[in-house]
């Protein structure tokens, strides 16, 4: 330590008073031998000084001037990040020095798992406390979200990528929107230019992906189902699928009836629209992404769950119906 630091600490023992302060080694090290963990916020703008009366005001440090010291000795001075830092009084100044100085904010983790959707991720945000629920879903639907994260619109639904994310406190909806986005598009570069030779646009590879998603749950199955979708396209058939269905009813209660199928006012009704619904109505993974470009070569056009959360494919409307029969109608008498 410099010379002339040794006197200011030095000074600092004297105004404390001989009785109190002890020893330098003693001001800089931790007040407590055991402590939780808690949360210290460092507003924007914040100064050493700032910090380290909070720290002490919090019972963090023993000392404010002697956190100062040390900060100027380190020539952390102007460096101290802002963000929400997680400390406790067990730690030495020196250790929550280098934590505010390097930027070592508190995160959480966000889970965004593959077919959720963009409401279902809002949700999880509001729980987590990291944004407003209804700010992020404005973000999601605002028109110029899209355009401004370089993604096929008019929303952001689909687009936000399932990983799982380190997020840390002080994010606005909107760069939590952006963050997720940034995923996507680092997926989409494997698939892009495939997409591309096939004549299939970036919002249509998503919203066959977003419905392969919610239509299975096994990996082997997505090529399959997604050359089932691409086979009805083709010879344009309505591709009646009962998660779009699901996706365009308000307040879905979980039984999907047959007046439901026959709704000719929900716009993503595919048993009565003809091609995709108008956008994606859950958030694919890479895997369902590379489903639609890459499609297991078959003549199948009709699926139907088997129960075991597999499903058996027809090639025809004679194989579908007798499907039907076996699978879901004996087991429903």
Request: aromatic share 8%; proline share 6%.
């Amino acid at each position: 330590m410099r010379l002339r630091h040794w006197f200011l600490l030095a000074g600092v023992l004297l105004a404390l008073g001989a009785g109190a302060a002890g020893t330098l080694d003693w001001l800089l090290s931790p007040p407590a031998a055991q402590a939780e963990a808690v949360l210290f916020d460092v507003p924007v703008g914040s100064t050493l000084s700032t910090v380290g009366r909070a720290l002490a005001a919090a019972g963090l440090v023993r000392s404010p001037r002697a956190f100062v010291l040390l900060g100027r000795w380190r020539k952390v001075q102007g460096h101290l990040q802002a963000g929400q830092y997680e400390v406790s009084a067990a730690m030495p100044p020196g250790e929550i020095l280098e934590m505010m100085a390097e930027g070592k904010v508190h995160t959480l983790e966000l889970l965004v798992p593959e077919g959720i959707s963009a409401a279902e991720i809002a949700e999880r945000l509001g729980e987590l406390g990291l944004c407003d629920p209804a700010e992020f879903m404005a973000v999601v639907r605002d028109p110029g979200s899209a355009a401004a994260f370089g993604v096929e619109g008019p929303g952001l639904e689909g687009y936000l990528f399932p990983e799982t994310y380190r997020l840390p406190h002080g994010l606005t909806a909107r760069e939590i929107a952006r963050t997720l986005v940034a995923e996507f598009h680092a997926a989409w570069r494997g698939v892009g230019d495939s997409a591309s030779q096939q004549g299939l646009s970036m919002r249509t590879v998503v919203i066959l992906a977003s419905i392969i998603e919610k239509e299975t749950g096994l990996a082997e199955e997505r090529p399959l189902i997604a050359s089932v979708f691409r086979n009805r396209l083709a010879r344009g058939m309505r591709l009646e699928s009962d998660p779009t269905v699901i996706y365009g009813i308000d307040g879905f209660d979980g039984n999907l009836h047959r007046v439901d199928l026959e709704n000719a006012a929900n716009p993503y009704n595919t048993y009565r629209i003809q091609g995709l619904p108008p956008g994606p109505i859950a958030n694919p993974g890479a895997a369902a992404l590379h489903a639609v470009v890459e499609p297991a070569t078959t003549d199948y056009f009709y699926f139907v769950s088997r129960n075991d959360g597999g499903h058996v494919f027809s090639r025809n409307y004679q194989e579908h119906v007798a499907n039907v029969d076996h699978y879901q109608r004996r087991r429903s008498r």
